[in-house]
């Protein structure tokens, strides 16, 4: 744990202050979407299929329509005129992408178990779940497809209007004769396959919406339970067909998203085209056991990663092959989550050469989408199980190995083979810091001590050291991914009449802790109170512009944002008290809320005066407009880079296959540190993830396309009791792409801890000659690795 | 998540909870809930009328009786857990309460509900199996008792008809040793597999998640009553069995898992 830490020369900045966030999340003061009391709403049910893939024969809603409490029940073909166009996927990332229409009910098939299929209104949600029960569904049945390469070989086709299960094929090859030639020259090469097993992010609140039409002049107002309220009204308009002027979209409270409320839904749009259609506001909370079918999942790929490497072990090419499972359809970003992770498969490590293909094919299960880290931890994962892997080759330890291929210091910024540039890292720093806080010699001692022993408790130590890009991103840069949008946000500071300060940000914080990382910011440029900042987000009509919040961007983009508007603000002022001290803008010193000339403190100016002075515009510089506020739309430069070391030791019980996480270690550096207890939470809660994926956590399916872990009894979300406590540590590398010099930490412990895990496993038990298992990390299948492995 | 529609009745007495169950063919006793309500969420049961037995109190209790110790069908797990008279006399139950989800089902869930219940995948059936624990059972036509070794009949069924309520349990001191191994992935699960070992004067073992009921591993306990090693005997854990396959454990890993928690709990029961 560290101690209490101060940027140097900041005063507000690198302090742990409590979150401003939680007495209302405490208390139960905040609302969430499904808190809303709306007078007269109607509850909105969806029978969704129960089977995995069939053609709909009939569907028989009139038993339903005739239940107590019943308004409406539709079908596609009841709404098919209800909406503007198919649902959106933003991210069309090759020009013959194939995308198959998809709309909020199914038209004529299914094709994944949750897909919907009708829709019911009616006045308590109790009568709308019931109703359900009445409607009856004809299916004829057909194969489901669900394993990756038997969707690659087209055998069955899902969508017969694309004619192929492929989606898209995409390449980042730079010089593939480069690649090949170092192949044919290596001292050595591995060649791993890798699974990343289905998630379900299972975010503490479900997803919700309520739309409610206004009473007058056609506007609605949309609350969703949603990362991204910017993007929603947007693509709302587009899609059900309402002019963007009349759409407010609220993000009220949202309880965790992790990815999978970064986008656009079916309900979404049903509840406002049947609010539309009814002219009555229309409510929908998801249940837990729907949200396992009817959110989208993460991951879900193979992964084949091949490395190069020379006599010393210093790796000269990297070639990967994904096949990535996009699900039934293609979400908001879908296609694009795969391209996250397409340009880091190098990982920290100089590796000239670079090869990428990714194949994208459709299965009949739950779209996948976003989910923390998004193609991140992918990449992470491969490349540092494959140095591992590498490492037993060569026959050096994990650490040796990783020291061997480093990024130099003297690299940065970095051009990366993948076309990257890195903005600064210190990796050999981070990397010595963090085995020294292990203790690195006690624990490998100990480790062959159990051996020597016959212990049946194994000791592993897994290394994996990360970076990610975050800070999504410069908008051309987008452009040349073909993603729909920019990566710039937005941000306004106003300095009110009575020196009160709103911050607005286009930023959409569930969970993160923005208004107070973002009233930090104020703040320290303004030495003014925290308690007189306000920040205001997650509404269209006060923040109409914003890019919302993932990917790790929040505080390196709209942060940046914040810090510029509250510089213009202040520059403002400073001409404002400048006219009224008579004298000239450089010979005023500004700190702690006042301008004092420079030479002579006695003849001083306050802030709040030049607020009061902006306001009644009675006496202000000539050609000066009024009012004290200033709005920024800030584009970054560049992606920023966080990285880090984390070490995980596990413990294995060769006679169970149970491993226990015994200790966690973090090295994050994460540029400047805005807060320390936000950062610390961050890591913490993405650890966790990451752990969960390493041993618990798996969306498991049947032979016949069912989600057979489709409550929290099946899907193991691991709590608290599973992990061990956190030592956190961290290293100091300012990015120099934005002006507070920070990196973004809400993914890192996530994109880390995986591989740490699994490379702890595989070390615990590779003296028996195990390479790998499979995720996650099940008692079963460690014991069956084990078993197999001691029969040889 | 949402049940079917029910009446809810709560019953002022044991005699009236049986008057309205024999009123009705398919009313059921609710008393903590917390394994009928999750049922009813998935809709896997939907009986007309809820009989809420939850609050009466002359079922809440834990009686010192000289040989042995009565409980209360009403008695929270968390009041088993805690218990000075059970920590004293028959530790292994208090222990096993202890062991069973978590703080909020614990405060909950009744030792009456669990062994009505009767899931092969709880704890505390198991453990009174393996206590040669005797069940008190009303109804209308007035009170009989059932062993332990009688009373679970197949998956969720047991030896209790429409029309009786569970009231007391009544379990042996023990005076040797004991073990619980519960082994599951995460601190609040069920377990994938279970062990109780109880001895007093003879050994007995039971399993958890082992088959449909709890189940008694008759073939260890009859190799260690006769002197076969403690690693014989957990080979044999097993032995005439035929456990379930499902997410968490193919029926090949739980044969292990048994051989592997009852030589452990053996183990740990004659140290
Ligand atoms: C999240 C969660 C985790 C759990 N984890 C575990 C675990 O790890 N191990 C474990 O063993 N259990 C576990 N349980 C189950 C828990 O122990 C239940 O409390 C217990 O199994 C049932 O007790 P109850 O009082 O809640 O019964 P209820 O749910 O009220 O009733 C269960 C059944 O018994 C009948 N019944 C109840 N009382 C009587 C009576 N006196 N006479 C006749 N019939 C009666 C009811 O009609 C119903 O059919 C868990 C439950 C939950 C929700």
Same mark, same amino acid.
Request: aromatic fraction near 6%; glycine fraction near 8%; include cysteine.
């Given at each position: ?12 900045? *690198? ?85 198959? &229409? ?14 919907? !299929? ?17 409607? $009856?569904?004809?299916?004829? $049945?057909?194969? #489901? ?55 379900? #992010? ?46 407010? !979209? ?16 079916? $309900? ?12 009555? #506001? ?35 090419? !990297? ?34 050469? %670079? ?18 880290? &998004? ?42 083979? &993948? ?7 210190? %990796? ?115 923040? #109409? ?47 702690? *809320? ?134 956190? *540590? ?11 010099? !920070? ?5 890192? *412990? ?43 | ?74 008695? /929270?797990? /968390? ?105 599951? /992935? ?86």
């Amino acid at each position: 744990m560290t101690t209490t830490e101060t940027t140097s020369g900041s005063k507000v900045l *690198g302090q742990r202050v409590l979150r401003r966030e939680d007495p209302k999340l405490l208390t139960g003061e905040a609302k969430f979407s499904d808190d809303l009391d709306i007078p007269g709403a109607l509850h909105m049910a969806v029978l969704r299929s129960t089977v995995a893939h069939a053609r709909i024969t009939s569907i028989d809603t009139s038993a339903a329509k005739s239940r107590p409490g019943v308004v409406a029940v539709y079908t596609y073909d009841d709404l098919k005129d209800d909406w503007a166009g198919p649902m959106p996927c933003a991210w069309p990332v090759t020009a013959d992408m194939k995308n198959p &229409a998809h709309f909020p009910l199914a038209n004529g098939k299914v094709n994944y178990v949750g897909d919907g !299929v009708a829709v019911v209104l009616a006045h308590s949600k109790t009568a709308a779940v019931d109703a359900l029960e009445a409607i $009856e569904v004809g299916y004829e $049945e057909l194969d #489901p497809v669900l394993d990756l390469e038997e969707s690659l070989a087209d055998s069955n086709v899902i969508h017969s209007e694309i004619g192929t299960n492929l989606s898209y094929t995409w390449e980042l090859i730079p010089n593939k004769e480069a690649v090949d030639d170092a192949f044919a020259k290596a001292a050595y090469t591995v060649s791993e396959r890798y699974i990343q097993q289905r998630l379900v #992010p299972s975010a503490m609140e479900p997803r919700a919406v309520v739309v409610v039409p206004a009473p007058f002049g056609g506007d609605y107002t949309v609350y969703s339970a949603t990362q991204v309220p910017h993007i929603l009204k947007v693509m709302l308009a587009l899609t059900v067909g309402v002019s963007e002027t009349k759409l407010r !979209v609220v993000a009220p409270s949202v309880g965790g998203g992790f990815g999978s409320k970064l986008n656009v839904y079916a $309900e979404e749009v049903l509840a406002l085209a049947l609010a539309r259609k009814l002219r009555r #506001p229309v409510r929908w909370t998801e249940e837990r056991s729907e949200n396992a079918v009817a959110t989208i999942h993460g991951r879900g790929q193979i992964q084949n990663i091949e490395l190069a490497a020379d006599a010393d072990g210093k790796v000269t090419a !990297v070639r990967v092959n994904l096949v990535a499972d996009m699900g039934a359809y293609l979400q908001l970003v879908t296609p694009g989550i795969p391209l996250l992770g397409a340009f880091l498969y190098h990982g920290v490590y100089d590796i000239p050469n %670079y090869s990428f293909t990714c194949r994208s094919v459709f299965t009949n299960k739950t779209p996948t989408d976003a989910y923390r880290g &998004a193609g991140r931890p992918e990449a992470t994962y491969a490349i540092e199980r494959a140095m591992d892997a590498l490492a037993r080759k060569v026959g050096v330890s994990a650490v040796e190995i990783r020291k061997r291929n480093f990024i130099p210091t003297e690299k940065f910024p970095y051009n990366s083979a &993948a076309g990257l540039v890195f903005d600064s890292g210190d %990796y050999l720093t981070n990397f010595n810091k963090a085995l020294d806080m292990m203790g690195m010699d006690e624990l490998l001692a100990e480790k062959k001590l159990r051996i020597d022993a016959g212990s049946r408790k194994l000791l592993g130590i897994g290394i994996s050291f990360f970076v990610e890009m975050c800070g999504l991103a410069p908008s051309r840069v987008l452009a040349s991914l073909n993603y729909g949008a920019g990566g710039w946000e937005a941000a306004t500071v106003r300095i009110l009449p009575t020196s009160k300060i709103q911050v607005v940000t286009g930023t959409a914080p569930h969970g993160q802790g923005h208004e107070t990382a973002w009233s930090m910011i104020v703040a320290e440029k303004l030495g003014v109170p925290l308690a007189d900042i306000e920040v205001l987000h997650s509404d269209t009509a006060i923040a #109409p512009y914003g890019m919302d919040t993932y990917g790790s961007r929040s505080l390196a983009v709209g942060g940046s944002a914040i810090h510029i508007a509250t510089e213009r603000v202040l520059d403002k002022a400073k001409a404002i008290a400048a006219h009224q001290l008579e004298v000239a803008e450089e010979d005023l010193d500004y700190a702690e *809320g006042v301008f004092t000339v420079k030479g002579s403190p006695d003849r001083a100016f306050p802030l709040a005066a030049a607020a009061l002075e902006a306001f009644t515009a009675h006496n202000l510089p000539d050609g000066m407009e009024p009012n004290l506020e200033a709005s920024v739309s800030w584009d970054p430069p560049n992606f920023t880079f966080p990285y880090g070391s984390h070490i995980a030791v596990v413990e294995v019980d060769t006679e169970t296959g149970k491993v226990d996480l015994v200790r966690y270690q973090a090295v994050d550096d994460c540029g400047n540190r805005v807060n320390p207890l936000i950062i610390e939470g961050q890591v913490h809660g993405g650890i966790a993830q990451g752990v969960a994926q390493a041993l618990f956590e798996e969306a498991s399916y049947d032979s016949a396309g069912n989600l057979i872990s489709a409550t929290l009894a099946d899907y193991l979300v691991p709590s608290a009791a599973e992990l061990p406590s956190f030592e956190l *540590g961290e290293t100091v590398t300012p990015s120099p792409t934005n002006p507070l010099g !920070v990196k973004g930490i809400g993914e890192a *412990g996530t994109i880390a801890s995986t591989p740490a895990v699994m490379n702890a496993i595989v070390d615990a038990l590779s003296h028996l000659g195990i390479e790998n298992i499979e995720m996650p990390a099940s008692p079963e299948r460690v014991w069956r690795a084990i078993s197999a492995a001691t029969r040889k | 998540m949402f049940p079917s529609t029910f009446d809810y009745v709560r019953a002022g007495s044991v005699a009236e909870a049986i008057s309205i169950l024999d009123g009705s063919d398919d009313a059921k006793l609710i008393a903590g809930g917390h394994s009928l309500l999750p049922l009813m969420k998935l809709r896997l049961a939907a009986p007309s009328t809820l009989v809420d037995i939850g609050r009466l109190s002359e079922l809440n209790y834990i009686e010192d009786r000289g040989d042995h110790v009565a409980i209360g069908a009403l008695t /929270r797990h /968390r009041d088993l857990e805690t218990s000075a008279v059970l920590k004293h006399s028959v530790p292994i139950l208090s222990h096993v309460a202890g062991e069973v989800g978590d703080p909020a089902v614990r405060h909950r869930g009744t030792i009456g509900g669990s062994i009505a219940h009767g899931d092969g995948a709880s704890d505390l059936p198991a453990a009174v199996l393996a206590l040669d624990a005797t069940m008190v059972v009303r109804s209308a036509s007035g009170e009989r008792t059932v062993p332990a070794a009688n009373f679970f009949k197949g998956f969720l069924e047991t030896d209790l008809g429409q029309g009786e309520v569970l009231t007391e349990i009544r379990v042996p001191k023990v005076s040797g040793g004991w073990a619980y191994k519960k082994f599951n /992935r995460r601190a609040q699960d069920w377990a994938i597999v279970g062990v109780a070992v109880v001895r007093n004067g003879s050994t007995r073992i039971s399993l958890v998640n082992m088959g449909s009921t709890p189940l008694r591993a008759s073939a260890s306990e009859n190799a260690i009553n006769q002197g076969a090693s403690i690693e014989e005997a957990a080979n044999l854990a097993s032995e005439g069995i035929d456990p379930p396959s499902d997410l968490n454990a193919s029926a090949e890993y739980r044969r292990h898992l048994a051989s592997v928690l009852v030589r452990r709990a053996l183990q740990e029961a004659s140290a």
